[in-house]
T-cell receptor
C-alpha cells in the first residue's frame, strides 16, 4: 500500500529565506508525485507534479527515488506563500490519490 | 467552465441526526474522491469512486458513513446519527481518469457542524 509522510505539521520561515517542505513516500513501484496547496479561504489546488518538471510560483520539487522523497523547495520565501501544503502520490493504473497530512507554512514578514 | 460543486456549503445539525452531502463533479470526470478535513488537521481519505469499479471504502471511519455515486455524475455522502467528532470540512474532488494520472480538482467543501 502506498503511503505519504510529511514530518512537519507546522513550518515558519522568514520572508526571503529558503523554504523546504519535506515529503517522503513508500511505494515499491514508480509513483506519480504531486504537491497541492490550499491558500486561506481558497480551494485545494494542484501546485506542481513531478512529471512536468516545472517551476510554479518559484517552487520546485525533485523526485529522489533512492531516498523516496519529493521535497518542495523555494529559494526565497514570499509572504503570499503562507498556506497549507499537501504532498500526494498516485500510481498509474490505480489512480487513487493518497495525501500526506499536510504542512502549514507561515512566512514571517 | 464549471468546477466541482458541493452543497450545502455549510450545515449545522443536531447530534444524532442524519445528514447528506452532495458533490457534482466536473462533467466527464470518472474518478471521484471524498476527504475529510478536521480543524487544523490534514486531509483524511474517506472513499474513492472510479468508473464502474467497486468503490474503495477503506477510509470510511465507521458504518455510520456511506456514499453513493450515480454513474459518473453526482455523489452523495451520508452520515447517520451524527456525532460531534464528525464536525469537519468534507471535500470532494474529481479527476479525468483512464489516461494516466491526472490532476484532481477540488470543490469548496461542506463545513459540517454537529451541535
Amino acid at each position: 500500500a502506498q503511503r505519504v509522510t510529511q514530518p512537519e505539521k507546522l513550518l515558519s520561515v522568514f520572508k526571503g529565506a529558503p523554504v523546504e517542505l519535506k515529503c517522503n513516500y513508500s511505494y515499491s513501484g514508480s509513483p506519480e508525485l504531486f504537491w497541492y496547496v490550499q491558500y486561506s479561504r481558497q480551494r485545494l489546488q494542484l501546485l506542481l507534479r513531478h512529471i512536468s518538471r516545472e517551476s510554479i510560483k518559484g517552487f520546485t520539487a525533485d523526485l529522489n527515488k533512492g531516498e523516496t522523497s519529493f521535497h518542495l523547495k523555494k529559494p526565497f520565501a514570499q509572504e503570499e506563500d503562507s498556506a497549507m501544503y499537501y504532498c500526494a502520490l498516485s500510481v498509474f493504473g490505480n489512480e487513487k490519490l493518497t495525501f500526506g497530512t499536510g504542512t502549514r507554512l507561515t512566512i514571517i514578514p | 467552465g464549471a468546477g466541482v460543486s458541493q452543497s450545502p456549503s455549510n450545515k449545522v445539525t443536531e447530534k444524532g441526526k442524519d445528514v447528506e452531502l452532495r458533490c457534482d463533479p466536473i462533467s466527464g470526470h470518472t474518478a471521484l474522491y471524498w476527504y475529510r478535513q478536521r480543524l487544523g488537521q490534514g486531509l483524511e481519505f474517506l472513499i474513492y469512486f472510479q468508473g464502474n469499479s467497486a468503490p474503495d471504502k477503506s477510509g470510511l471511519p465507521s458504518d455510520r458513513f456511506s456514499a453513493e455515486r450515480t454513474g459518473e455524475s453526482v455523489s452523495t455522502l451520508t452520515i447517520q446519527r451524527t456525532q460531534q467528532e464528525d464536525s469537519a470540512v468534507y471535500l470532494c474532488a474529481s479527476s479525468l481518469s483512464g489516461q494516466g494520472v491526472t490532476e484532481a480538482f477540488f470543490g469548496q467543501g461542506t463545513r459540517l457542524t454537529v451541535v
